[in-house]
């Protein structure tokens, strides 16, 4: 499946959408090793793996929130490539995404995020079979992937996942500690690496930068996204945009009509009918 493909960038992008089902902070089901390794943060680096925490309202707001909203959008050189809008009831599990595909197709996809179990409906018509597989598959591989983008600062305690100090950086005159993630047998791609790029004074993630496991070697580069426009949902503070630093195609990602905590009436988690958001 693919998702946002960016003239430069789009295998890039694909990894990255379809990295790490390692569970949210126990907002997804995690995928895990039988055995969780014995991984986690460095002593070093946890002093400001928990002030990135606060700084974004702190874990127990996230997990109090009941919902999240969205809509997940792609652009490069000011042209809509992707676009995505979702739905999550987070108590009960019930999650929603409409948009359009590469094909031009309509699609509707309603399916429990713990089960994994749903329907779909492609330009009104209800999927069966495999297709059905098929689009359930996608749905929640979508799931996954933009919630990954959206939330990633707070997934650095995950299982499987080791931090560690990799000395600092100047992000446009802002002083960073830099954070190396990696990842043990966990995630659809382990063998990626990322860095997390800290604000010493706001103490938020400004940038990561990473290195697919397929583009690693010893002239790999990262590629880098600065996150912006920081702003509070609930108590909890997350970033709605990602810039690709140096791209000459000026891709960006945005997460609009951000919204958390409402609850949604039950046709959004029922009806095949699209709905603005």
């Known amino acids: ?24 902070i126990a907002w997804i089901a995690p995928v895990r090793a039988a055995e969780p390794p014995a ?22 707001a996230m997990r109090d929130l009941a919902s999240l909203r969205f809509t997940f959008t792609s652009t490069s050189r000011d042209t809509l490539r992707s676009s995505r809008t979702h739905w999550w009831d987070r108590v009960a599990g019930r999650y929603r995404i409409q948009g359009k595909s590469r094909a031009g197709e309509k699609y509707v996809v309603l399916f429990n995020t713990n089960t994994q179990d749903g329907d779909a409906w492609v330009d009104g018509k209800l999927q069966e079979g495999e297709a059905r597989a098929k689009w359930l598959k996608r749905g929640y591989g979508t799931f996954i992937n933009d919630m990954y983008w959206l939330l990633m600062p707070f997934k650095l305690d995950d299982p499987g996942v080791t931090v560690v100090t990799d000395g600092a950086a100047d992000v446009a005159g802002a002083a960073c500690d830099r954070l190396k993630v990696t990842f043990d047998h966990v995630g659809l791609t382990p063998g990626d690496t990322y860095w997390v790029y800290v604000d010493r004074v706001s103490h938020r993630m400004i940038r990561w930068g990473f290195i697919l496991e397929d583009e690693a070697g010893p002239t790999a580069t990262e590629s880098l996204w600065d996150w912006t426009d920081w702003r509070d949902l609930g108590g909890v503070l997350l970033a709605p945009t990602r810039v690709h630093v140096g791209d000459p195609d000026h891709t960006v990602i945005r997460f609009e009509n951000l919204e958390a905590g409402r609850a949604w009436p039950d046709s959004v988690f029922t009806s095949s009918a699209p709905i603005q958001p």
């Open 1 to 24: 499946m693919r998702t946002v493909t960016p003239p430069s960038s789009g295998r890039r992008l694909h990894s990255v959408l379809l990295l790490l089902a390692a569970g949210l």
């Open 39 to 60: 991984t986690g943060v460095s002593p070093q680096a946890r002093p400001i793996v928990d002030a990135l925490y606060g700084a974004m309202g702190g874990q127990p």
